[in-house]
C-alpha cells in the first residue's frame, strides 16, 4: 500500500522506471533537468537505469549510488542551446511585474494624500536585491536552480529576507523624492505590460517520454503564467485598496 501511495506522487518516474525508488528517480531528473539535458536523453538515461536494476535485481542505490552523484557522472547532450534565452523570456515578466506592483503601491497614499513619493534607501536596497536574484536566475538558469534545491537554503533565505524587511523599515532615509501620479501611472503601465508578456508567452514544451512513445510537442501557455498574469493585478488592487481605506 505504501509503495502505490508513493508512486501516484510520482507518476511520470512510475511510468518511466517502474522498478526504480521513485524518490532517487525524482533527484536524478531534477539534476539533469538542472544541467539543461533534453527530456529524451533524460527518459533513455532513466529507462537504462531501469533495466539494469531489473536485471540485476539490485536496490538502485546499491547499483548506482546517489541520484545527482550519478546524474554528474553521466556524457549527456545539452539539449537546450539557448537557455540563457528562455530563462531570460521566463524571469523578465516576474521582474516587470515586481517593479510595477511596488511602484503602484508606493504610489496609493501619496495619491491620496497630495504629496511626492519618497523613496528610501532600504526599500531601493531591497528592490536592487530581488531584482539582481532574478538576473542571476536568467543568466545562470541551472546555477541558480541548483543552489535553490539545496536543503538549507529556504530556512537560510528565510532569515535573510526578514532581514532585508527589516533593513528596510530602518533604513527609511528618502534618497529621491517623485510627484505620486507619474509613478502610480508608470506603475500600472508595467503591470499591463507584465500581464501582456505572460500571456503571450508560450513554453516549449520537452516531455519525459520513452522511445516509442514520442511524439512532437508543440510550444503552448502555461497555466502558471497565466496564474501570475491574474495574480499580479489582482493583488496589487487588493493591497492598493487596503492602503487607501485602511492606512490613516
Not at 510595477?100 to 494624500?113: D, F, H, K
Not at 532581514?163 to 507619474?182: D, I, S
Not at 503564467?225 to 493585478?233: E, G, K, Q, R, T
Request: glycine residues 10%.
Amino acid at each position: 500500500m505504501e509503495r502505490k501511495g508513493a508512486l501516484m506522487g510520482h507518476r511520470v518516474e512510475a511510468r518511466l522506471a517502474p522498478d526504480v525508488d521513485p524518490a532517487w528517480a525524482e533527484d536524478f531528473i531534477l539534476a539533469l533537468r538542472l544541467r539543461g539535458v533534453g527530456g529524451a536523453a533524460i527518459a533513455d538515461a532513466l529507462a537504462e537505469v531501469n533495466d539494469e536494476v531489473r536485471t540485476s535485481g539490485r536496490s538502485v542505490e546499491a547499483a548506482f549510488g546517489p541520484a545527482g552523484e550519478y546524474a554528474g557522472r553521466l556524457d549527456l547532450p545539452v539539449d537546450t542551446p539557448d537557455a540563457p534565452a528562455q530563462a531570460v523570456r521566463a524571469t523578465a515578466p516576474a521582474m516587470v511585474g515586481f517593479v510595477g506592483m511596488m511602484l503602484t503601491l508606493e504610489a496609493v497614499l501619496p495619491v491620496r494624500n497630495g504629496t511626492p513619493v519618497g523613496f528610501g534607501l532600504g526599500m531601493l536596497l531591497l528592490a536592487g536585491v530581488v531584482c539582481a536574484g532574478m538576473i542571476a536566475l536568467a543568466l545562470r538558469p541551472a546555477s541558480a536552480l541548483g543552489f535553490l534545491t539545496k536543503r538549507w537554503v529556504g530556512p537560510v533565505g528565510a532569515i535573510v529576507m526578514a532581514g532585508l524587511l527589516v533593513g528596510t523599515a530602518l533604513l527609511r532615509q528618502e534618497v529621491l523624492r517623485v510627484p505620486a501620479w507619474p509613478v502610480g501611472v508608470a506603475g500600472v503601465l508595467l503591470l499591463v505590460v507584465t500581464v501582456t508578456m505572460y500571456v503571450r508567452t508560450r513554453i516549449p514544451t520537452d516531455p519525459l517520454e520513452p522511445p516509442l512513445a514520442r511524439t512532437p510537442a508543440p510550444a503552448r501557455r502555461s497555466r502558471a503564467n497565466l496564474v501570475l498574469a491574474v495574480a499580479y493585478p489582482v493583488v496589487t488592487l487588493l493591497v492598493a485598496v487596503g492602503l487607501w481605506y485602511l492606512i490613516p
